[in-house]
């Protein structure tokens, strides 16, 4: 058994499981949506930065430019309906939220509110953008981060409690086990 060869248009996939976050963006009146991310990494502890690669096409993409902050609400494993929800319709044609039992609550350091379900809440400011192919990278700082109680031990995830929605791609989830292997 050897390497096959994929397209490299298919390669973020060999990239992925990665969780699942709902962006939470608002529009000039207020009003909130949500868009489905897994393309996220970290890109700086000091300041505290985070890239999300985003198409100019996305809904998300107009709101962020305006509002100039959202938040990063990573998803458990019991969210998966949500994840397919925020993935497959635009808030241009839907109310997301009306149609989830997701809730919002109201954030401390900016406009955009946050998931009271999610597993980790990240409060972002617009920190600079960078166009990146057919995708954007919008780059975040990070204001406020919050856990859950229960689902954190140090500073890492407790991994017999958190159960983290992974994305493989092409509509296919995974989750985390339930014991580190170090
Ligand atoms: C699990 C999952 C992960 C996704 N990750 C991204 C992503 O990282 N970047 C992106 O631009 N779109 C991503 N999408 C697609 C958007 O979530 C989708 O186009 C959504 O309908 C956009 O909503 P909006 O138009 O309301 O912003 C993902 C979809 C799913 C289902």
Same mark, same amino acid.
């Given at each position: 058994m050897g390497l096959i060869e994929v397209k490299?248009? %298919?390669?973020?996939?060999?990239?992925?499981p990665k969780p699942v976050a709902i962006i939470v963006s608002i529009d000039s009146s207020g009003k909130p949506n949500g868009m489905s991310a897994a393309w996220l990494t970290p890109?700086?502890?000091?300041?505290p930065l985070i890239a999300v690669a985003i %198409?100019?096409?996305?809904y998300t993409y107009e709101l962020i430019k305006q509002s100039r902050d959202f938040t990063v609400n990573v998803l458990d494993a019991s969210m998966v309906n949500e994840s397919e929800l925020f993935g497959r319709y635009s808030g241009r044609s839907m109310d997301k939220f009306e149609k989830s039992r997701l809730t919002l609550a109201r954030s401390k350091m900016v406009k955009s509110p946050y998931i009271a379900e999610a597993l980790t809440v990240l409060e972002c400011t617009l920190y600079s953008e960078y166009p990146a192919g057919d995708h954007e990278l919008i780059i975040g700082k990070v204001e406020k981060a919050y856990v859950r109680e229960e689902a954190i031990e140090g500073d890492t995830y407790n991994i017999s409690k958190a159960k983290i929605l992974l994305y493989l791609g092409s509509g296919k989830y995974t989750t985390t086990l339930d014991k580190q292997i170090t």
């Amino acid at each position: 058994m050897g390497l096959i060869e994929v397209k490299p248009r %298919s390669f973020a996939y060999l990239l992925q499981p990665k969780p699942v976050a709902i962006i939470v963006s608002i529009d000039s009146s207020g009003k909130p949506n949500g868009m489905s991310a897994a393309w996220l990494t970290p890109t700086s502890r000091d300041p505290p930065l985070i890239a999300v690669a985003i %198409s100019p096409k996305r809904y998300t993409y107009e709101l962020i430019k305006q509002s100039r902050d959202f938040t990063v609400n990573v998803l458990d494993a019991s969210m998966v309906n949500e994840s397919e929800l925020f993935g497959r319709y635009s808030g241009r044609s839907m109310d997301k939220f009306e149609k989830s039992r997701l809730t919002l609550a109201r954030s401390k350091m900016v406009k955009s509110p946050y998931i009271a379900e999610a597993l980790t809440v990240l409060e972002c400011t617009l920190y600079s953008e960078y166009p990146a192919g057919d995708h954007e990278l919008i780059i975040g700082k990070v204001e406020k981060a919050y856990v859950r109680e229960e689902a954190i031990e140090g500073d890492t995830y407790n991994i017999s409690k958190a159960k983290i929605l992974l994305y493989l791609g092409s509509g296919k989830y995974t989750t985390t086990l339930d014991k580190q292997i170090t």
